[in-house]
């Protein structure tokens, strides 16, 4: 079963993705701030990260970077706000393989984890 | 009007736990942010609440307050960038659009829509978030609402269609060609390729950066337009056109294309170079396309380069990892925690029961091996228990910053609104406290500062005749105190004068002219808290004392808590509040009546006295004894409950118990004293109703049940009567 890191700080929308994706077949972790993520990251590898932007202790830019470092192959998807471009190019930049903007079609989450890991 | 949202009831509940934090945050930080103006981590913390409810309540599906939060959030983000800064009128547009979401947050809750019109603070809004620019006025009414899904047209794209060139064609420079021509002499072909992503596209200029970056994985770009680093700057367009050199076939180069999100048409023909000789201009069309978007993009904002948090930015980053602290915390229903305190007392039962048990062992069966081992384990029980419990009270503990938070943003309203000059400083809110202690103590402390507020601080002119300093001041502080929580209220105003109390209160009919005359003055002031008194309106100017005071005290009662006036005329007031740590468990002076076992809260408990003989006297028709000086009323729990009496005890082994309530104080008649115990509060229910005098019932170690004293409700008693 494909694992699937969300990281977001908001619980909410965590619940909301993670039941998604369970629902269709995935496993999925869970991380409440960009330090988590990494943390999380280094310890279960999971096969795509969908990652926030706007966090406390450690945004979502600063963590595609961490992430990277540890691991050139990471996926990383970000979910950003429809005002976030400058972010989102900038997480692009640092290795982020594609976006998702809030809110969320769930077709649109699904295809985009089907692009990169089937 | 019914409200349905697209979420299960669990996801709603998460949705409102998280929205009720964020709102409790904005309320509290918002007000010191007017003070703090440079405190760029409460206004990064203030942004994040605004933009995590945009995206969370988008997500839900609450139109109105993704519009209502993106509008708070825009103004904020120009804060945060400079853009704008901190104004008495931009925070009071924040506010009131803080009071809105509050409405519609309750919209979630009842499921009702209700009927706010958001119109305007929409507007007022978006016109102040266009203070700092007037310039792009237009552009953010456009930003201001939340375009719904797919239909989202940014203006941009819709600039760029227009000019969406025919025919793809590329000039290239003369150092470009020789790359083209380098490329074909290792075997691989040369493309043009025109890639048009969907108008509707979010966020265009990522998605272009994209598909170039997809692009560089199937070939080497020669050159695109608009260029990667004008990509990179957001100047993108719906239209990309790219020279690559590859060594795969077109077909196969096309259909990665279109397997990409957004891309709606690809055309591609390979690159003849020889037939691009005289242009060294793009085509006209793309050249007009990205002047449009660069006019548009610098109309809307022009952000400054770094603002990205943390992006390459080393210091930002140390810094942000040095608040990095990773908490691990779970939600527990409150519920719960009850169940659990409850099932705790019972171990706490039992472990009283336990101990008299090996005591009846012990004296049994001497030094026997078994019962040395059963002490010991006993003895640990014991010690887990008063863990265990130690443990699901602190489970149970809210620091009192949870209630505190909206006071900030009420004492400015209100001092705005009575047009007084007051700074509220709120001291200790991280004390802690049983939360539902912390949810009885909200109206009080709402009354008390109110009154602080409307009442006791004097208009600045007042006070500068009085020769005070023009702003006065009202602190809340909280405090731990031994087994008790502080909480105080103290201001600098007019203070209360006692002669107007007993005046009024005579004239209100609540105590006789004579009687009024025998109060000394704490005893006057604290009349303040009698029903009826402070109800009158008239009262709460003459006084400098407001509203439903009484009420406060009861409330504060009800929590086994109790107030105290410590006040100087002219000079101001404090209330000090007394409130234990938990209501499930007290530790209680345990007394015998009649071989019956009673427990006084030792709380109330401020001494004990042993009776000699002859100590009683009738005093104003009731029994009293004379305490250093002072004539302290005694009730005996013997007439109290009724005891069939057998016989007359020998006074000398009479004990006095003296309580104390807000000031007052009496004496309880017990036969004698057992000590000291941490008993747990069962409430009667409905088996016996509303016994008077009477609190709760604790079960003890031997099984039997002892009645609770309601020390409160005895000592008003008493005090009526006197
Ligand atoms: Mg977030």
Request: a negative charge; hydrophobic letters at 40%; glycine letters at 8%.
């Amino acid at each position: 079963m494909p694992k699937i890191l969300v990281v977001d700080d908001a619980a909410f929308m965590r619940l909301r993705v993670a039941k998604l994706l369970t629902e269709n077949g995935y496993e999925v972790l869970e991380a409440g701030d960009g330090q988590e993520g990494v943390d999380q990251y280094k310890k279960n590898k999971p096969d795509l990260v969908l990652m926030d932007i706007t966090m406390p202790v450690m945004d979502g830019i600063t963590a595609v970077q961490e992430i990277k470092k540890h691991d050139p192959n990471a996926v990383v998807v970000m979910c950003s706000a429809l005002g976030q471009q400058t972010m989102v190019m900038n997480s692009v930049k640092a290795g982020a393989k594609d976006f998702i903007v809030k809110p969320y079609q769930p077709e649109k989450i699904l295809d985009t984890i089907k692009r990169f890991i089937g | 009007m019914g409200l349905q949202f697209d979420a299960s009831p669990d996801e709603i509940k998460l949705f409102l736990e998280e929205a009720e934090e964020h709102l409790q945050l904005l309320e509290e930080d918002l007000v010191r942010l007017e003070k703090e103006k440079d405190n760029q981590e409460l206004l990064q913390a203030i942004f994040r609440a605004a933009h995590t409810l945009k995206g969370s309540s988008a997500t839900l599906g609450h139109q109105r307050m993704a519009q209502l939060t993106h509008g708070m959030e825009n103004i904020l983000d120009k804060v945060r960038k400079g853009q704008l800064s901190i104004t008495t009128p931009i925070m009071d547009v924040l506010l009131e659009g803080l009071d809105f979401l509050k409405v519609l947050k309750e919209e979630i809750e009842t499921l009702e829509e209700s009927d706010v019109d958001l119109e305007k603070i929409l507007g007022s809004l978006s016109k102040a978030a266009a203070g700092g620019q007037t310039a792009s006025s237009a552009a953010e009414g456009k930003l201001a609402t939340i375009p719904e899904g797919s239909t989202a047209v940014t203006e941009v794209a819709a600039a760029v269609q227009a000019a969406e060139p025919a025919v793809p064609s590329m000039a290239l420079d003369w150092d470009e060609k020789d790359h083209v021509t380098r490329g074909k002499k290792q075997g691989k072909m040369a493309y043009s390729i025109l890639v048009n992503l969907a108008e509707t596209s979010e966020m265009l200029s990522v998605r272009a950066l994209l598909t170039l970056m997809a692009l560089r994985e199937n070939g080497e770009i020669v050159k695109s337009i608009p260029s990667s680093e004008e990509i990179e700057r957001e100047e993108a367009t719906s239209v990309l056109h790219v020279a690559l050199i590859s060594d795969r076939a077109k077909d196969q180069i096309v259909h990665v294309l279109k397997e990409l999100p957004d891309v709606v048409r690809v055309e591609a023909a390979p690159l003849d170079i020889t037939r691009e000789e005289a242009g060294a201009s793009a085509p006209d069309g793309v050249t007009v396309a990205k002047t449009t978007v660069a006019a548009n993009e610098q109309a809307n904002a022009p952000l400054p380069k770094d603002e990205t948090p943390g992006n390459g930015n080393g210091s930002a980053k140390i810094k942000d990892t040095k608040i990095a602290k990773v908490s691990r915390t779970v939600r527990v229903d409150v519920e719960l925690l009850d169940n659990l305190m409850n099932l705790v007392g019972e171990l706490v039962i039992d472990r009283t029961r336990l101990a008299q048990l090996l005591g009846a062992l012990e004296s049994k069966y001497d030094s026997n091996d078994l019962v040395e081992d059963l002490n010991r384990t006993s003895v640990h029980i014991g010690r887990v228990t008063t863990l265990l419990q130690e443990e699901i009270m602190k489970a149970r503990m809210l620091p009192v910053e949870s209630l505190f938070n909206k006071f900030p943003r009420m004492m400015r309203d209100l001092s705005q609104q009575a047009g007084k000059d007051i700074e509220f400083i709120m001291e200790g809110q991280e004390t802690e406290l049983d939360r539902s202690i912390i949810e009885e103590i909200g109206d009080p402390l709402i009354h008390l500062l109110r009154n602080a507020v409307d009442h006791a601080i004097e208009p600045p002119e007042e006070r500068v005749a009085k020769g005070k300093k023009p702003q006065g001041y009202v602190k809340l502080s909280a405090r731990h105190e031994e087994n008790h929580i502080i909480i105080s209220v103290k201001e600098d105003g007019r203070g209360i004068d006692p002669d107007k109390i007993r005046a009024s209160a005579v004239k209100k009919g609540i105590i006789t002219e004579e009687v009024a005359r025998r109060l000394n003055d704490q005893e006057a002031i604290n009349l303040i808290f009698a029903s009826g008194l402070s109800t009158a309106a008239k009262v709460s100017e003459v006084s400098g004392r407001g509203v439903g005071m009484d009420v406060v005290r009861n409330n504060l009662e009800k929590v086994n808590g109790s107030v105290e006036i410590v006040t100087e005329l002219g000079k101001g007031t404090e209330f000090i509040i007394k409130l234990p740590l938990t209501l499930a468990i007290i530790r209680a002076l345990m007394v015998s009546v009649d071989s019956r076992v009673y427990a006084i809260p030792l709380g109330s408990v401020l001494e004990t006295i042993r009776l000699t003989d002859g100590q009683i006297k009738e005093i104003n028709k009731r029994e009293a004894i004379v305490v250093r000086g002072r004539v302290l009323p005694l009730l005996r729990v013997k007439e109290l409950f009724n005891h069939q009496t057998r016989g007359v005890r020998e006074s000398g082994k009479t004990f006095v118990v003296v309580v104390n309530l807000g000031g007052q104080q009496m004496g309880l008649v017990v036969d004698s004293l057992i000590g000291e115990q941490e008993v747990v509060i069962k409430t009667l229910g409905k088996f016996i109703g509303d016994v008077q005098g009477v609190a709760g019932a604790t079960i003890l170690g031997d099984g039997s049940v002892a009645l609770i004293v309601d020390v409160p409700s005895l000592v008003k008693k008493v005090v009526k009567v006197g």
